[in-house]
C-alpha cells in the first residue's frame, strides 16, 4: 500500500509539474516553429495562421479562436503583418502575456524599400550589418551571434528616403518612394488596380515585418521566449534556456552551410516577386536588384513591369524568383526574351513540417532555391 501511495503521488507530481507549463499560442510558422524549439520536450504551442493561409486577412477556425481564447502567452510579429490579430488578442487573449517580436529587445528592424528597382548595398563582413540608432535612440545592429537590447520601440515611422530609426544612415535602399509592401495579402492598396505603382507620388511609410529571414532576430527571440515563458513556469526555467541555446547553435550551423552554398551567388542580382526578403539578404550578403509586385494584392503597373524588365537587361539579372501564391504569368512577362532563370521562394515555408526543426529548415529552403537558380 505505501508503494501504491508513494507511486500515485510521484505520478500527481509529475502531472503538476506538466500543468505548470504555459499554454503558448504563436501567430505564423516561423514563430511557431521558434516557440516550438524552445518548448521542445515540455509542451507545444498552438499556431494561429495555418501554413499557406495569408497572414494578413485570415479568418480563425474556432479551434485557433481557442487556442487563443486559452493561452497563457502568445507570440506574434506584431500589427505590420498581421494587422486582423489585434483585435481577436484584445477580445479572446486579453488576459494573456503578448510578446510582439517586432518589438522586442535586440530586433533588428528595417524600412521597406523603395521603388521597383533597389540600389545595390554593400553589406561587406555578412556577421555584421550597418549600424544604427534603434527606437529608442540606442545602436543597434546585426550579427550572427545576436544584437545589443535596443529596449522598447516607440518611435514615429518615417518616409521619404529614411528609415524606421530617425535621422541616421538609411540601410535600405536609397533615393526612391517607399514601396507599400504586402505578405500574402497585406497591402494597404488593395482594391486600387492598375494605379500607376499604387500612388506612386504617395509616400509610403513604416517598418518591414519580415525581419524572421534575419537569423540574428531568430537567434534574439530564441532567448526572448525562453525568458518569458521562465517566467511563468520557473521550474523549467532551465530547460527552456538550453532548449534556446541549442536552437541558436542549430541557426549558426544552418547559417555556416547556407553561407558556402550561397558564396558563388554574392556578386550576382536578382529580382524577386515582391520584396519580402531583405532580411535573409542582409543575413547572408546578397542583393536583389528589385521586386515586380509592390505586393500580392497589387497588380503592378505595365511602367512598373516595363521598368524591372530593363533592370534585368541592365543588370544582368540571373534569377527571378515568384512566390507559390502569386501569379507566374508576371514572372514569364519578365523573363521574355531574357537568359534569366526562374525558381520559387516562400519566406513562410507553406510545405515544410512545422515544429522545433523549423526554421533553420526555412533558411535552407529559400537559400537551396536562391543557389538552385
Not at 495555418?50 to 481557442?66: I, L, T
Not at 528595417?110 to 563582413?125: K, P, V
Not at 558556402?260 to 526578403?277: G, N, T
Not at 532563370?341 to 529548415?361: I, Q, S, W
Amino acid at each position: 500500500m505505501r508503494n501504491a501511495v508513494a507511486a500515485a503521488a510521484l505520478l500527481a507530481g509529475t502531472g503538476a509539474a506538466w500543468a505548470e507549463v504555459p499554454k503558448v499560442a504563436a501567430d505564423i510558422t516561423p514563430v511557431h516553429g521558434l516557440v516550438a524549439r524552445v518548448m521542445q520536450g515540455l509542451g507545444e504551442p498552438a499556431l494561429v495562421v495555418p501554413p499557406g493561409a495569408s497572414p494578413h486577412g485570415y479568418s480563425m477556425r474556432p479551434s485557433e479562436a481557442r487556442a487563443l481564447d486559452q493561452a497563457d502567452v502568445v507570440f506574434w510579429m506584431g500589427e505590420a503583418l498581421t494587422p486582423w490579430l489585434e483585435g481577436p488578442l484584445e477580445e479572446l487573449a486579453g488576459d494573456a502575456h503578448r510578446v510582439e517580436l517586432l518589438e522586442a529587445a535586440g530586433t533588428t528592424v528595417l524600412a521597406f524599400r523603395e521603388g521597383a528597382r533597389f540600389e545595390a548595398h554593400d553589406h561587406g563582413d555578412h556577421e555584421g550589418h550597418d549600424d544604427h540608432e534603434d527606437h529608442s535612440g540606442h545602436e543597434d545592429h546585426a550579427d550572427h551571434d545576436g544584437q545589443e537590447d535596443h529596449g522598447d520601440h516607440g518611435h514615429e515611422e518615417h518616409a521619404e528616403g529614411h528609415d524606421d530609426h530617425g535621422d541616421h544612415e538609411d540601410h535600405a535602399a536609397e533615393g526612391h518612394d517607399h514601396e507599400e509592401h504586402a505578405e500574402d495579402g497585406h497591402d494597404d492598396h488593395e482594391g486600387h488596380g492598375d494605379h500607376a505603382d499604387a500612388h506612386a507620388g504617395h509616400d509610403h511609410e513604416g517598418e518591414d515585418p519580415h525581419a524572421w529571414l534575419l537569423p540574428a532576430n531568430a537567434q534574439a527571440w530564441l532567448d526572448v521566449i525562453a525568458e518569458e515563458l521562465a517566467e511563468h513556469d520557473p521550474d523549467n526555467a532551465a530547460a527552456y534556456k538550453a532548449n534556446a541555446e541549442a536552437g541558436k547553435q542549430e541557426i549558426a550551423e544552418a547559417v555556416a552551410g547556407i553561407s558556402a552554398q550561397l558564396e558563388p551567388f554574392r556578386a550576382k542580382q536578382f529580382i524577386v516577386f515582391h520584396d519580402a526578403y531583405q532580411y535573409f539578404e542582409r543575413g547572408f550578403g546578397l542583393n536583389a536588384a528589385g521586386a515586380i509586385s509592390l505586393g500580392d494584392a497589387v497588380k503592378p503597373s505595365p511602367a512598373r513591369v516595363a521598368e524591372i524588365r530593363d533592370v534585368v537587361a541592365d543588370r544582368n539579372v540571373t534569377c527571378v524568383f515568384s512566390e507559390p501564391q502569386f501569379n507566374p504569368g508576371l514572372v514569364a512577362t519578365v523573363l521574355d526574351g531574357t537568359g534569366a532563370g526562374t525558381a520559387v521562394l516562400d519566406p513562410l515555408g507553406a510545405k515544410l513540417e512545422v515544429g522545433p526543426g523549423f526554421y533553420p529548415a526555412l533558411l535552407q529552403d529559400i537559400g537551396a532555391a536562391i543557389a538552385g537558380c
